[in-house]
């Protein structure tokens, strides 16, 4: 089980803030969320991560709810080569291994 | 500049033959893991190491073979074994055990077609 819940695909207009939703119902105490992202055939990308409070950085901001059971990945300002498949991520601290989905595909708009 | 190297970016296998994938890192970290990406879909995780000369199996481990004889290298070997090798692999290493809060650096990827 990916243990996250993600659209299969989204669009945002070109310079317009890119809000993608992740539920992580069942995330345990000490789990962190990560969010990747994968431009076609290449390596994913780190983006962000955060466990209870929201994180900004210079490509994206977390916003994580208070229950835990879900979060918002902000792209503040689109731009053509933020198209690309998100994921999003609870690691799974027993053994350290990231367990993932099939993310959600967005694509941006001219 | 610190990262993952993977090579060859491609690769073309007959079926019945071995192939071994390589995976280089000069990050310094103790954990590297390899994925398999079909189509459409997100990343399966074959097999990941926390320390030299120790491995474990991911959940798709059938048909895979890793040594991790040194921290920058973990080698994958497809053997003929593997039903459907045809897939993107992607190997990744991390800080490693016991550093929660850390990220994943991800080579570019090894796509391998059978023939």
């Known amino acids: 089980d990916a243990k996250t819940t993600q659209p299969p695909s989204m669009d945002c207009a070109e310079g317009r803030a890119a809000n993608l939703p992740c539920n992580h119902s069942t995330i345990s105490g000490n789990e962190y969320v990560y969010w990747y992202r994968q431009i076609h055939s290449q390596g994913p990308q780190y983006i962000i991560h955060g466990l209870k409070n929201n994180e900004t950085n210079e490509m994206a901001s977390l916003i994580i709810t208070e229950d835990r059971k879900s979060s918002t990945l902000i792209l503040p300002h689109a731009t053509l080569r933020d198209t690309a498949v998100y994921y999003c991520?609870?690691?799974?601290?027993?053994?350290?291994?990231?367990?993932w989905g099939a993310g959600t595909k967005l694509i941006i708009k001219p | 500049d610190g990262g993952i190297t993977q090579s060859p970016k491609y690769l073309f296998r007959k079926e019945g033959q071995n192939v071994t994938l390589s995976c280089e890192q000069n990050l310094n970290h103790d954990a590297m893991y390899w994925y398999r990406q079909d189509p459409g879909q997100g990343l399966r995780l074959i097999y990941y190491?926390?320390?030299?000369?120790?491995?474990q199996k991911g959940d798709i481990a059938e048909g895979y073979s890793v040594s991790r004889e040194k921290k920058e290298s973990f080698p994958l070997t497809v053997t003929s074994a593997q039903k459907n090798p045809t897939a993107f692999y992607l190997c990744a290493s991390s800080i490693g055990r016991g550093r929660l809060g850390y990220g994943y650096t991800f080579g570019s990827g090894t796509r391998l077609t059978v023939v």
């Open positions: 190491s926390q320390i030299v000369n120790d491995f």
């Open positions: 991520i609870v690691r799974v601290d027993s053994n350290y291994q990231l367990i």
